[in-house]
């Protein structure tokens, strides 16, 4: 375990639900990441927050919606989802340049 | 923006001989270099890094080397076994917040 954890583990969603994804880090880092993993892509980033403040978001569509109540929970609220919004969703906290993951939410959209 | 690219995309190697994962990135303003391991259902992790000056790292049977004037990096893992076998991800961060990652290569070792 790295100390960044993700829950659900696993969330099957149809395209009218709303559902909130949680991160958590008691590792004292003040930076946290949302990532969305897809089969043979890139990592791509969604969000960052640094010191509870959004500082990258990258053209996400606005269906998924940060919040960063504090420098160790992270959350990712989720409304109105398409099918091709199925991925693994991780999470990540970094200290200085080293970045931690989360174990992810596997998200099944129907 | 950075652009990382990583080949091979899949990689067979028989157990015992060494690996080889290349990657190259375009924004010289790059200082810090991950290679991060995801086993099947499993977090990434990383494994070595390496900053803009230094041109290699090694630990145990895992090494990363950097050319800065030609913009890329690669892997090498020596003595393969079967519990290597993963997903490695290579990455490039600059002075902000962002890390631009490579596609993934997919190593198998056979025994």
């Known amino acids: 375990e790295t100390g960044v954890t993700q829950t659900p583990r696993h969330l099957v969603m149809g395209m009218t639900n709303k559902k909130s994804l949680k991160c958590e880090q008691h590792?004292?880092?003040?930076?946290m990441y949302w990532y969305k993993q897809s089969a043979k892509k890139p990592l791509e980033l969604m969000f960052v927050y640094n010191f509870k403040e959004q500082t990258e978001n990258n053209s996400v569509p606005s269906r998924f919606s940060p919040e960063c109540p504090n420098s160790s929970h992270l959350f990712l609220h989720l409304h109105t989802l398409q099918p091709e919004d199925s991925a693994l969703y991780l999470c990540?906290?970094?200290?200085?340049?080293?970045?931690?993951f989360g174990p992810g939410t596997r998200l099944t959209v129907l | 923006g950075e652009n990382v690219e990583q080949h091979p995309s899949t990689l067979s190697v028989q157990e015992g001989d060494s690996a080889v994962i290349k990657c190259t990135y375009s924004d010289s303003a790059s200082n810090y270099f991950p290679w991060y391991k995801q086993e099947l259902g499993k977090r990434p992790q990383l494994i070595i890094d390496i900053r803009s000056n230094v041109g290699e790292k090694k630990d145990q049977r895992i090494a990363v080397t950097l050319n800065k004037t030609a913009k890329h990096f690669s892997l090498h893992i020596t003595e393969t076994q079967p519990e290597d076998s993963a997903v490695y991800f290579c990455a490039a961060k600059g002075p902000g917040n962002q890390f631009y990652f490579g596609t993934g290569t997919s190593l198998t070792v056979i025994p």
């Open positions: 990540a906290s970094r200290s200085g340049d080293e970045q931690f």
């Open positions: 590792l004292g880092h003040n930076a």
